[in-house]
C-alpha cells in the first residue's frame, strides 16, 4: 500500500493505493481555518492519528515535492519559502505517525508515471482531476453550485496521482529484480 500526500498550507491531499493501484484511501485535510503554521502541522498531525489504521497496511509514504521554480506571475520567494518549510514540518508529522520516513516526488514526475499529459496553455490540476474523473469510477467530486469543484477534490485527486506513481515505481522495481 502506497500513501500519498499533496501538502499545501490550506489543504492536503491524503490518498492511499493498494498493490494493484485501486484506491482504497482518497481525503483530504483542511488547515484553512487555521493561521499559524504549528497549528496547521497539528491539526494535520491529529487527521493522520485518525487514519492510524492504514499504519499496519502502508509499505511507503510519498510527498508531492513543493514546487522550487519562480514562474511569471508565480509565487514569491517567501511564499516558497513557506510552503518548504511546512512541506517539511508535514512530512515530519506523516513520518511520525506512519513511522517510516517520506519519499519525495515531482508533480511531473508522477502526471509522467501516470500518463497524465498536461496540454499547453491548460491547468495541470485541472488536468489531473479531469483524467481521473475519465479513468476511475470510485472517485467522486463534489461541486458548488456554480459547477466548480469544491475544496480539496484538487488536492485529493493530486494525492491519488502521487500514490499511484509510487505505486508504478514500486512495480517498475520489481518487475526488473
Known amino acids: 500500500m502506497f500513501l500519498g500526500l499533496d501538502i499545501s498550507t490550506s489543504i492536503i491531499g491524503v490518498s492511499c493505493v493498494d498493490g494493484n493501484g485501486e484506491i482504497i484511501f482518497c481525503e483530504h485535510c483542511d488547515l484553512r481555518r487555521r493561521h499559524c503554521l504549528f497549528d496547521k502541522v497539528e491539526l494535520f498531525r491529529e487527521f493522520l492519528k485518525d487514519i492510524k489504521h492504514l499504519q499496519t497496511v502502508v509499505r511507503e509514504v510519498w510527498v508531492e515535492e513543493p514546487f522550487i521554480f ?3 506571475g508565480g509565487s514569491s520567494g517567501k511564499t516558497m519559502a513557506t510552503l518548504q518549510r511546512f512541506n517539511g514540518m508535514a512530512s515530519l508529522a506523516a513520518r511520525d505517525i506512519f513511522q517510516m520516513d517520506p519519499q519525495y516526488i515531482s508533480a511531473m514526475a508522477a502526471r509522467k508515471l501516470n500518463e497524465i499529459k498536461i496540454p499547453r496553455g491548460t491547468k495541470a490540476k485541472e488536468q489531473v482531476l479531469k483524467f481521473l ?18 475544496p480539496g477534490y484538487y488536492d485529493r485527486a493530486d494525492s491519488v496521482i502521487i500514490a499511484r506513481a509510487a505505486h508504478n515505481l ?7 529484480s
Open 170 to 176: 514500486w512495480k517498475q522495481k520489481n518487475s526488473t
Open 70 to 72: 519562480f514562474k511569471g
Open 133 to 150: 474523473l475519465d479513468t476511475e469510477t470510485d472517485f467522486k467530486v463534489e461541486y458548488t453550485r456554480h459547477g466548480n469543484p469544491k
